[in-house]
């Protein structure tokens, strides 16, 4: 007579077990809590300083390239907002690249995960999140479906506005912010997605 559970059965046995194991989620709780590297994610805007870099987190999804806007009459080492003061868009000059990734547009975004507005040009330029808007256009895709991820980019900060008109939405309503900073992307990665 022969055993139910033998020779190779028991491989089969082990390595469910094991599966189950790994896919517990009090195990990866523990084994993230005593193996992994901490992961600072505060942001600390002490550091948010007129010609200070440092790494700032903002969370976006890819419509954020084209939906984003803010209105200001002013330039920031050469970077400005999207729209002047009055809401109108702001002029192209002669020459200027029709599709560009707006490296000079500055944006306004919400920090990761304190959610702090922070105004950011040249995010959408920089090749890792390029190639991300590359990968997952969201042209003809509700909003709503598209999948938000975290980008860590180090910033120079270019300067405090008094305040700014932003809007979230293409179509949406300009709202006024009050003392948000404005900084320029030197490099960014993606963290997620």
Request: charged share 20%; with cysteine.
């Amino acid at each position: 007579m022969k055993p139910v559970l033998a020779g190779r059965l028991w491989w089969g046995v082990g390595m469910l077990i094991g599966l189950g194991v790994i896919a517990n989620p009090k195990f990866n709780g523990w084994v993230m809590s005593s193996f992994a590297p901490p992961e600072d994610l505060r942001t600390d805007v002490r550091k948010w300083k007129e010609g200070a870099t440092t790494n700032v987190r903002i969370t976006v999804i890819t419509a954020d390239a084209s939906r984003l806007s803010c209105a200001h009459d002013g330039t920031f080492d050469g970077a400005h907002c999207g729209f002047l003061e009055s809401h109108a868009p702001w002029p192209k000059s002669a020459g200027e690249p029709v599709d560009d990734n707006n490296p000079n547009v500055v944006q306004p975004y919400r920090t990761s995960p304190d959610n702090v507005l922070i105004l950011v040009s040249g995010v959408w330029a920089q090749p890792e999140v390029a190639m991300r808007l590359h990968r997952e256009p969201a042209s003809g895709i509700v909003v709503k479906r598209l999948q938000r991820f975290d980008v860590t980019c180090s910033v120079k900060f270019l300067t405090k506005l008094d305040k700014v008109d932003l809007h979230w939405e293409p179509t949406g309503t300009w709202q006024t912010e009050r003392g948000p900073w404005v900084a320029r992307a030197e490099s960014c990665t993606v963290n997620n997605g």
